[in-house]
């Protein structure tokens, strides 16, 4: 959650309409503007999702790596 802003950030600069923005901090101001604060956690859903599914996927390959071992 902590570096979801940083992502939505990036993922905006890699996109489409990256030529709209000139840096980062650029980017951070127009989305304060056009959605506010919370506009940088748009997309959370999808992304919790992955990383719980990742982390659930890592943990059960490394016990059974484990139990082999």
């Keep these: 959650m902590a570096n979801n802003p940083v992502d939505v950030i990036?993922?905006?600069m890699q996109g489409v309409?990256?030529?709209?923005?000139?840096?980062?901090m650029d980017c951070g101001k127009q989305i304060i503007a056009e959605a506010g604060v919370?506009?940088?956690y748009?997309?959370?859903g999808?992304?919790?999702?992955?990383?719980?599914?990742?982390v659930a996927l890592t943990f059960?390959?490394?016990g059974?790596?484990?139990r082999q071992i």
């Design 17 to 24: 309409d990256a030529a709209k923005y000139a840096n980062f």
């Design 42 to 44: 748009s997309g959370v």
């Design 10 to 12: 990036k993922t905006k």
């Design 60 to 62: 059960s390959i490394f």
């Design 46 to 54: 999808p992304r919790l999702a992955r990383v719980v599914a990742d």
């Design 64 to 66: 059974a790596l484990k």
């Design 38 to 40: 919370m506009g940088f």
